[in-house]
């Protein structure tokens, strides 16, 4: 205590222990000393933090309180382990004295104790009979007139409004159907029938039995044994007892599943109950009630059928032959349909006689047969096919339908179904046909396209040899150049000089070759095709000449990619896959500066967090410097395999290649957390056992998330079809004014939803104006169409808007002569000058001329006037602009510019700003029709690209276009390289679920 000093040799010894205290530390403090130091008076020695909503335990409770009297408030809670009861008559004097109700629940001491002092004045019941006996007593008139008048005195919208309304209801419903409430309490169980729960014998004589009838039998035999102890007179606490096992058999009986205790069998397996056979996809109603088995269809496995045109489909001979049958048999029987005649045509179908082949040809002619592949997501996973009858049992699929059926020929089957009405015929021919549903109806873009060795193909034969010199000799036609190719002085990518429409034209051979069979417009010689250059000439075909000649074409470059693919003996080896030298060398590097940041760390420059942020930040950079260097070193060589296949987009992508010739770089362990420790490696030299186990983890992630994902996907898409299935087309046109303003979905600098994706299809509310002279714009490809009101934007329309953009002067001081006008000047304009009428009415500088002070100024007599006009009022800005001497934000990036924003523009004499119009849509959030949307306010249908018919399930191909996607997405967390950052929202399948179900407020858009 400060008083005594003692040194020997510097080794301190204690002189007197003044005294000893030992404190009690309760569970979850924090202690601050250690044994044996030293404490002076009012030292901190630890510390126990209290939250809302713990438990403590009545000791803590003690001490807390002691120390900080009235501190906090507690709810005292005393478990009890006595059986409750709930009463279910009362006598009025006795409730007033004990302060007790009908329906209140009181401990069965508490009841023993009131029959003693009120015999006969309280009755009470424990289960299911005291819920009876208040049910009973329900005067469900009187109530109704309670809850009424109830009503009247609470607001309309609170939630007691909502609680009571709710109650009058089924007050109602139970007066209207004649139901009593007491009927809701079981009293006896139906049974179903024998059939539906059956018994059989297995081998070695015993029995299988359905899991019901273990749950009937657990209920009768309780039921039995209540009834024998209530004959003999059982003690009350036995018979409560009983009754409570017999309530839960019932309870298994009913809904097993959602037990706290589910009945199991001898493998612990939950026994299904009545409600397990009802509910779910295999229950009663989706298998039995609403499934169909259909007549005439078949299913088999698919192969690839590339000598086919895109609306046909191979179906195998035998299987044509039961399909067609009643077709073949009304063909047979033309002449003769007498008992006997049908017998000994039945044989020839049968026997499959050479007649009968003959004729299956015939019937099948024209005759369309619709091919569906499970899971059927959307509606072009059903498509019309004309058939051709092949050899062999498999289904013969065209290679160009396979996305939308998100078909593969890995053993994928498909089922066959024969339309027999002519009017079914007719549907599947006009609308199902494969060639007319190319378009997709969720986007609007090809759906049917090329992909994989199609598209090597095209690129192969499209592209140019660096490495070979130029040929001399101009050729004067296609046919010369392909001659002088036969003789070899040629190759397919040499680059030569040809006579194409009267010009002297550079090209290859192969491009030729590739434009021979496009339409004269789309032809282009100097380009090498991939497949996005595929796409957006499909897409071109589209809107220029139709769906038809679109197909046609498709089946070409089929035709042409498939013989390319195979002429260019595309293989891909290890040789093939090329590892930059340079790449160790980044590494070292990279390896350096995470030395020094661990260096850093070391010496407490940086907090562990931010040493662990800075490594990945240095490792993803190094990855992503890698990736660069590789692909360069990858496309030295133009026909490298893996080169081809990922610059031609057929397959692959950069980061694959990263993975193969860079380094794998970083990897996420099974939180989403990023793993320090990169794997330095790539596929081709091979990882080392510690890179091997740390790539494990994504692995596993992918396979269990794909098992997840699937069946949540599938929900989802059946919620929303449930929702959105009443939406059609009802009218052309409701009328309304409303609309929403278009605009790029935009998150900081990441553009999320282009402004073209945004106004492609939809219908204009609103004329678009020039920035400048506010005049209507005119479409610029058709002289004469205006952007008017009503005018549906088409992909050349939107892709024109999305990128129109003026220089517009931010104001200009001006004189107009109000006498010559009609109307009020188009552009924003204020008053330069004040202006006294003869009336007395002032208008001071600054004031706008509306209509009002138009009429004003035009009833006076005024003649011209000085004024200062603001054409960028109404536009929206395309560049952020700030003032002079750059502190203040005076724009933001389209935001739409006001009278005060331009006056402000002004004062900060920015003279002029790059603008664009402001579009306004029509939505079918702002649709005025009663019933469903209208046409105009819906827009485009995007599977044929023109206006919505009325009629159309607008609101079932909604469903579908967001379900289908949905099965593709992943559950994983979007991580930016695994660092957490304002973007690591829930991505994916569980977002649009957050979204569809209105759950969780986001403001940013990055989270839509």
């Known amino acids: 205590d400060g008083k005594y000093e003692a040194r020997n040799m510097g080794t301190l010894y204690v002189e007197r222990v003044i005294e000893e205290r030992r404190y009690p530390i309760m569970e979850g403090s ?21 939250y809302e909503d713990e438990i403590l335990s009545s000791t803590e409770f003690t001490i807390f309180d002691s120390h900080y009297s009235g501190g906090f408030e507690v709810e005292v809670e005393v478990e009890n382990d006595r059986p409750i009861v709930m009463i279910t008559r009362i006598d009025d004097d006795v409730a007033e004295e004990i302060g007790k109700k009908v329906g209140d629940i009181i401990i069965d001491n508490e009841y023993d104790a009131y029959r003693t002092l009120y015999p006969g004045k309280i009755e009470a019941e424990s289960g299911a009979i005291a819920i009876k006996k208040l049910l009973q007593n329900l005067d469900l008139e009187k109530l109704k007139t309670e809850l009424e008048a109830e009503l009247k005195q609470v607001q309309k919208s609170s939630t007691k409004a909502l609680k009571i309304q709710r109650r009058l209801k089924m007050v109602k419903d139970f007066i209207k159907s004649g139901n009593k409430p007491e009927w809701m309490v079981l009293e006896v169980i139906p049974v179903i029938p024998p059939d539906l729960r059956p018994m059989i014998q297995i081998d070695g004589g015993r029995f299988a039995t359905t899991d019901l009838n273990d749950l009937y039998r657990r209920v009768i035999n309780r039921n039995n044994r209540l009834k024998k102890l209530m004959e003999l007179g059982a003690p009350e606490i036995i018979i409560r007892n009983e009754k409570r096992m017999l309530q839960e058999a019932v309870d298994s009986l009913i809904y097993n599943g959602r037990m706290a205790k589910p009945v199991t069998d001898r493998g612990g397996r939950p026994l299904k109950s009545l409600t ?9 109603f989706r298998r039995n009630l609403l499934g169909k088995r259909v007549d005439y269809s078949g299913r088999a496995v698919i192969v690839v059928g590339p000598e086919l045109r895109i609306h046909e489909c191979g179906i195998p001979k035998k299987m044509a032959l039961e399909l067609f049958k009643p077709f073949v048999l009304a063909k047979l029987l033309d002449e003769d349909s007498s008992k006997s005649a049908r017998k000994l045509k039945r044989m020839i179908i049968e026997k499959e006689l050479p007649e009968a082949w003959e004729i299956l040809e015939e019937v099948i002619k024209g005759h369309p047969v619709l091919l569906n592949r499970a899971p059927t997501l959307h509606r072009i996973s059903i498509q019309a096919f004309e058939p051709k009858l092949v050899e062999g049992n498999a289904i013969r699929l065209h290679p160009l339908v396979c996305p939308p059926f998100n078909a593969d020929f890995d053993g994928d089957q498909m089922a066959v179904h024969v339309p027999l009405s002519a009017a079914a015929q007719a549907e599947a021919h006009f609308l199902m046909l494969s060639r007319y549903n190319i378009i997709s109806p969720a986007h609007g873009q090809p759906i049917s396209m090329p992909g994989k060795d199609i598209i090597v193909g095209v690129y192969y034969l499209t592209a140019e040899d660096p490495k070979s010199e130029e040929s001399r000799i101009i050729f004067s036609s296609f046919e010369e150049a392909l001659l002088a190719k036969e003789f070899g002085y040629i190759g397919l990518h040499t680059p030569i000089k040809v006579m194409i429409d009267g010009k002297i034209t550079r090209t290859t051979l192969g491009r030729m070759i590739f434009n021979e069979i496009l339409p004269p417009e789309l032809r282009d010689y100097g380009k090498t095709f991939g497949k996005k250059e595929i796409k957006d000439l499909v897409f071109e075909s589209f809107k220029k000449y139709g769906i038809d000649r679109t197909a046609d074409l498709l089946d070409d470059i089929k035709d042409l990619g498939f013989h390319y693919a195979t002429v260019s003996g595309l293989t891909i080896s290890i040789k093939d896959v090329k590892i930059s030298p340079k790449k160790w060398e980044i590494i070292e590097k990279a390896k350096g500066m995470v030395a020094e940041v661990e260096e850093k760390y070391a010496k407490g420059f940086l907090s562990s967090e931010q040493r662990y942020k800075e490594i990945i930040r240095i490792w993803e950079r190094t990855t992503k410097e890698i990736q660069d260097v590789t692909y360069k070193e990858l496309s030295k060589d133009p026909f490298n395999p893996v080169f081809m296949m990922v610059n031609s987009g057929a397959r692959g992508n950069i980061d694959q290649v990263k993975q193969l010739a860079g380094m794998r770089g970083l990897m996420a362990d099974p939180s989403g957390k990023t793993i320090e420790f990169p794997i330095l490696s790539n596929f081709r030299e091979g990882l080392d056992v510690i890179e091997f186990f740390i790539s494990t983890h994504g692995a596993r992630k992918g396979s269990a998330d794909t098992a997840l994902r699937t069946s949540n996907a599938g929900y989802l898409t059946r919620r929303l079809v449930d929702v959105a299935q009443s939406v059609t087309i009802t009218v052309t046109d409701c009328g309304t004014k409303e609309g929403i303003e278009a605009r790029t979905l935009r998150d900081e600098d990441i ?33 004469g169409r205006f952007y008017t009101r009503d005018t549906m934007i088409t992909a050349d329309d939107a892709k024109y808007l999305a990128n129109y953009s003026k220089v517009v002067k931010v104001y200009r001081e001006n004189v107009i002569d109000i006498s010559k006008l009609n109307e009020p000047p188009k552009i924003y304009t204020e008053l330069n000058e004040e202006i006294e009428l003869e009336d007395g009415t002032v208008y001071s500088v600054g004031r706008e001329i509306d209509w009002e002070v138009f009429r004003k100024l035009k009833e006076a007599g005024v003649g011209r006037i000085r004024v200062v006009e603001y054409p960028v009022v109404g536009t929206l800005a395309l560049e952020k602009v700030v003032s002079r001497e750059g502190k203040k934000k005076l724009l933001a990036y389209e935001e739409k510019i006001d009278s005060k924003t331009a006056k402000l523009l002004r004062e900060h004499s920015i003279e002029e700003v790059k603008v664009r119009p402001s579009i306004f849509i029509r939505s079918v959030l702002t649709c005025e029709a009663e019933h469903g949307v209208c046409a105009k306010c819906y827009g485009m249908d995007l599977s044929n690209h023109k206006i919505v018919n009325i009629g159309e399930a607008v609101g079932i191909i909604a469903a579908q276009s967001i379900g289908e996607p949905g099965t593709q997405l992943t559950m994983r967390t979007f991580h930016t390289g695994g660092i957490a950052t304002a973007m690591d929202i829930t991505q994916g399948l569980p977002r649009a679920e957050e979204l569809f179900e209105a759950r969780k407020k986001l403001k940013e858009p990055a989270g839509i």
Not at 37 to 47: C, F, I, M, P, T
Not at 276 to 284: A, C, E, F, N, P
């Open 751 to 783: 553009i999320i939803e282009p402004l073209e994706k945004n106004i492609f299809g939809r219908v204009l509310a609103r004329p678009v104006l020039d920035p400048e002279t506010k005049e209507i714009l005119e479409d610029p490809n058709n002289p």
């Open 30 to 50: 924090i202690v601050y000393v250690k044994d044996g130091d030293v404490v002076k008076k009012g030292d901190s020695l630890a510390d126990r933090f209290l």
């Open 276 to 284: 397990d056979l009802v509910k779910g996809k295999k229950g009663r």
